[in-house]
């Protein structure tokens, strides 16, 4: 049986479900568990969400956000007896959140990294999908629940944001012809791009400004990275995640084949947050996994303990033997 | 008879095409004429491109590029029978191309925009459409003509960078369905964005790096602008036109409505670009056509003479007007 098929039996079994999905939330996160939500609605289930992170502001725009619960400690009367964690390869990227499945209900696990750790009773990986919002696309046209304008948005804001506007190597034929059929629902496509893409506080953007002449070059121009040191970050407050944004900046230079931001974390001392982008030619999953991270072939992190000293040499002698 | 009906008419009665487009050449016009002329040929016509501008570096992946001819003065022995101008609005927007046509040859106009003039002899003109690129696709489709990775390949480039990467509010739910076909054909997308956007050389982000911080906010952050002195653009031998990439980077700030560029002409002392982008509240054409310039509701230009403090003043307190 495939493992949609069995996703589709499991969703079919249970009755009360609990969604929830990986920590530092974005499009794809929020997008594919608020359509997965409001399909269960749909077959007259009962569920809930529950995120061990706030929604961030950006993604205000999406239908239904304030269905979200924020995790706490000892959320015990939600009744449930499916545990559905969707975008995330391993159980420990829910954050607290899956301290709440004690009773061990069973766990059906729906994602699309290529690193997903298969700890799921019910596990369906697709990594070939674009996002995991393309996943539950599948699942609506699987079990004939018609889209209507606000799960498309939902779904629609996950594959917008996991392709980076349709243009990450993980979009595909499919994708395109998901969106074609999504847009039928007269989605408001630049007010969510705005949303999501061109909101960044004035402070955020002045400290962007201020960080961008540091980005750093190596191996002939092949490797542009920026470092964040803990005092750069102090007392600045930032309610928006920059580091797509460097991440892009460097990435825009001519010849640049990876891209790297070594940030270290503000709350943990001595905890170094990487993260890496490929233009294709180097599999930075194989290479965030050595340092126990993970990811996509393209797109991957890792958070490494040590001084940014050694973690960047060390990291950036990897690269250079993958890039020859 | 529909207008593609018509143009369907035309092509099949002449043998010899004379195609060109627009000047300031970009992706859709490149995009367009070189799968035009491709279509052309597969159905056993003759057809060359002549343009008035080279075509930029990052277009350098569109296959049979060389095919196109850069204008010369007294280019006499070209044998044609129809002159086809793509995705230009008035015959001017062609440069000197079209002095080529002195015997009168009957115009084929295809295009785009809303303001076209229907300066041909046929006009096929559907402003709903992303580009120019996918009234072509709808040329392969109607003529019966099976894409390649090749025409694939250019009509994928003129739909992507016509659409800002399918975010601008033309992308429409055709638009996703003709790309999705597109993707078939093995596109190498990363490589294309990659080309198009992602290939400034390291000295213009060096120069965009500096300029950002000088980034400037009125009415209450409802305005963005940038100013460009000659002396910082000296001695610079940009390669590369940053103001889109400034634009973008003002236009990311929460609550800004209205972005601006005012830049101090390095050929013409006393003269100074003011480039102009609305998320929609603000109509930039009228504002711009008030200054000598024009362009669309949310993205304009004029060409100004004076102070650059003088035309500053002005334009802001016109923008303040417009937003109250």
Chains 1, 2 share one sequence.
Request: glycine share 6%; aromatic share 8%.
């Amino acid at each position: 049986m495939s493992s949609l098929k069995k996703c589709v039996e499991c969703v079919k079994r249970h009755k009360n479900f609990l969604i929830t999905a990986h920590v530092n939330l974005e499009g794809d996160a929020l997008g594919s568990q608020l359509a997965f939500y409001k399909l269960l609605k749909k077959l007259g289930k009962n569920a809930v969400i529950v995120n061990d992170d706030d929604t961030p502001y950006e993604y205000g725009f999406l239908p239904q956000k304030n269905k979200i619960k924020r995790f706490k400690t000892g959320m015990k009367n939600i009744k449930f007896d499916c545990f559905a964690v969707l975008d995330c390869s391993g159980l420990s990227r829910t954050g607290k959140v899956y301290t709440i499945n004690k009773d061990k209900k069973p766990i059906l696990n729906i994602d699309h990294h290529i690193s997903n750790e298969k700890f799921g009773d019910v596990n369906w990986i697709e990594p070939a999908a674009s996002s995991c919002s393309e996943m539950i696309y599948k699942l609506y046209k699987k079990l004939r629940v018609p889209f209507d304008r606000e799960s498309a948005t939902m779904l629609y804001a996950g594959m917008l944001t996991d392709t980076g506007s349709f243009h990450y190597p993980n979009t595909n034929s499919f994708t395109h012809k998901a969106v074609s059929e999504l847009l039928k629902h007269n989605l408001d496509i630049a007010r969510i791009y705005k949303s999501v893409y061109e909101n960044i506080p004035l402070r955020d953007m002045k400290f962007l400004s201020a960080i961008l002449p540091g980005i750093k070059l190596e191996a002939g121009g092949k490797i542009a990275y920026f470092v964040i040191k803990r005092n750069a970050l102090k007392n600045k407050k930032l309610s928006f995640d920059l580091s797509e944004h460097l991440l892009s900046f460097a990435r825009s230079i001519k010849g640049v084949e990876v891209v790297l931001l070594f940030k270290e974390n503000l709350r943990a001392r001595g905890e170094i947050r990487i993260n890496l982008r490929s233009q294709g030619k180097v599999d930075v999953n194989k290479i965030a996994s050595l340092f126990g991270g993970g990811g996509h072939k393209t797109a991957s992190g890792a958070t490494i303990h040590g001084s940014i000293q050694t973690i960047k040499r060390k990291v950036l002698a990897r690269i250079k033997m993958s890039l020859k």
